[in-house]
C-alpha cells in the first residue's frame, strides 16, 4: 500500500497573491481513521493558510503526543515543525517564540495532551499571552491508548467501552478565558465555514489565541451515548455569531441593525452575508461569554464561534519589552556586549 500523495495536480488550481495553490500547503498523507474530525481540522488549516498567503516557510507547527498531535504532519509539509514529548508543547512553542518573533506559530494539541499532563504548560502559556495560535482538537478519548475517557469527557457521556464518565469535566473554553486569554473560540471539525475564519482571525491576533474545536472519534467515540459524537454535536450546536474575517486591506464599511443580517461584497468581488451576533453575548466581556456558555450547556447545547477577544492584546514580547530582531539574527557583538556594559546594568539595579 502506498501512501505518497500524488504530484500531479490540475494546472488550472485557484493561486492565492503568493501563486501558491492549495497543493503548497498540503502534508503527509494523513494515517489516523477515515471520517477522523481531526483531518477536517488539517484541511481547515490548509485552507485558512492559503487564502491568507501566507509563505509555508513562514510558519512554524508544534505539537505534543496523541492523535491530535500527529497532525501537523498533514498540512503545511514546507513550514517549520516540532514535535515535543506529551504535554510540553506550550513550553516549546515559547522558547521557539522568544528566539524567533518573525514567524507565525501554530500548535495543535489534544484534550489529553493540554487537560491533563500539559495541563500546567497550557496555564502558563495563556498567562505569558505567547504569541501564538493554539488548536485543542478535543474528542473526549485518549485515541491512542484505546479510548479511556479524557479528562474533558462529560458526566454520564459513554465511550465505546460502555462505561458513562462519573467525573466532572474541565471546560478548557472557560479555563482559558479565566486565566486571561485574548482570544478564545470554539467550534466543530465538521463545520467548515465557521472554523477556518476563526483561525484566520487567530493568526492575525497579536497574542495567544486558543480555539477549542470539538473533534468526533470515529473509533472510539462516535456512539449514541457520547456527548462527542457527530450526531450529538449536530443536534445540540448553537451558533454565538456568524463570522468572517476579511485580509487586512482597504476598509469596507457597513451598517446594519442588530439580530438582521446583511450582504457585503468583498475586494475579489465575493460576497459575505453578515448577521449581528447574539445581543446577549458581549465578545469583549469575559463575564458575558462565561454565562452564555453556562446557559446553553444547561440546554444541553454546544456554543461554538468567536467567544472572546481583546482587541488591544499586548503579548509577552511588549509585557517583557524585548528586541525586535529575533534572538538568531543577534551577532556575538550584540550578545556578548561586554564587561562595561554588564556593569552599567548592574549599577541600574543598585
Known sequence: MSYAIPGFRHPNLPKNDLGFTTKDYEGAVSTLCAGCGHDSISAAIIEACFELSIPPHHVAKLSGIGCSSKTPTYFLGNSHGFNSVH???????????????????????????????????????????????????????????????SATTDIGSKSKKGEPNAMEPIDLCSVALQLGATFVAQSFSGDKHQLVPLIQAAIAHRGFAFINVISPCVTFNNTPG???????????????????????????????????????????????????MDPNLDIHSRRSALALMQEYKAQDKVLTGLLFVDEDSQDIHTTMNTTKTPLRALSEKELCPGSAALEKINQSLR
Do not use: W
Request: charged share 20%; glycine share 10%; aromatic share 8%.
Open 87 to 149: 504535554g510540553r508543547m506550550p513550553a516549546v512553542a515559547t522558547g521557539a517564540n522568544m528566539a524567533n518573533r518573525d514567524l507565525i506559530y501554530i500548535g495543535v494539541s489534544g484534550d489529553g495532551d493540554t487537560a491533563s499532563i500539559g495541563m500546567g504548560q497550557f496555564v502558563h502559556s495563556v498567562r505569558r499571552n505567547v504569541d501564538m495560535v493554539y488548536i485543542c482538537e478535543n474528542n473526549g478519548v485518549y485515541g491512542l491508548t484505546k479510548g479511556q475517557d
Open 226 to 276: 457520547s456527548t462527542k459524537s457527530y450526531d450529538f454535536i449536530r443536534q445540540h450546536m448553537a451558533s454565538s455569531n456568524t463570522v468572517d474575517f476579511v485580509p487586512h486591506a482597504e476598509e469596507i464599511t457597513t451598517e446594519y441593525a442588530p439580530g438582521t443580517s446583511t450582504s457585503v461584497t468583498m475586494h475579489d468581488g465575493s460576497a459575505i452575508n453578515l448577521q449581528k
